[in-house]
């Protein structure tokens, strides 16, 4: 989740970068179109113009390589939520397997109380009914059996 939220603020960075680089970019060409129009040195105009021009490429390209890793970033988000999102969905079924286990075994330790109750229940009635002919077990050892 750091990373996301990491990633996502470098989305925001990229974002913001872009729109500045926009607005440079068109302010370039804004001051290009008023330089060609303006009378004056013309050889001052065409130095200028010819660096705007480049400086136009430049930040063209930039634009170009920035989009790109915006949509790379992008597309490691959208990887990352889908991962975080079916690691919680796996979580969530495994919880779902515990309890139903954890349910069981509760109802498993129930009956096995149980039938060492009606265990030792029969061997008292046994005892009782043969006398002392047949020698009382212990609960243990039924248990350990």
């Given amino acids: 989740e750091t990373e996301v939220e990491q990633l996502q603020r470098l989305l925001a960075g990229m974002e913001k970068d872009h729109q500045d680089l ?7 060409q804004a001051e290009l179109e008023r330089l060609r129009k303006a009378e004056g040195e013309r050889a001052v105009q065409q130095e200028r113009s010819s660096q705007l021009e480049k400086e136009v490429a430049g930040l063209r390209e930039k634009i170009h390589h920035l989009d790109d890793m915006l949509k790379s970033q992008q597309r490691k988000v959208r990887q990352m939520i ?5 690691s919680k969905s796996v979580i969530q079924a495994k919880d779902a397997a515990i309890q139903e286990l954890k349910e069981r075994v509760s109802y498993l330790e129930a009956e096995n109380l149980e039938m060492h109750d009606r265990i030792e229940h029969l061997i008292e009635k046994q005892v009782s009914r043969d006398g002392s002919s047949v020698r009382a077990r212990s609960k243990s050892e039924y248990v350990s059996r």
């Fill in 82 to 86: 889908e991962q975080l999102q079916n």
């Fill in 22 to 28: 926009l607005a440079r970019m068109e302010s370039g």
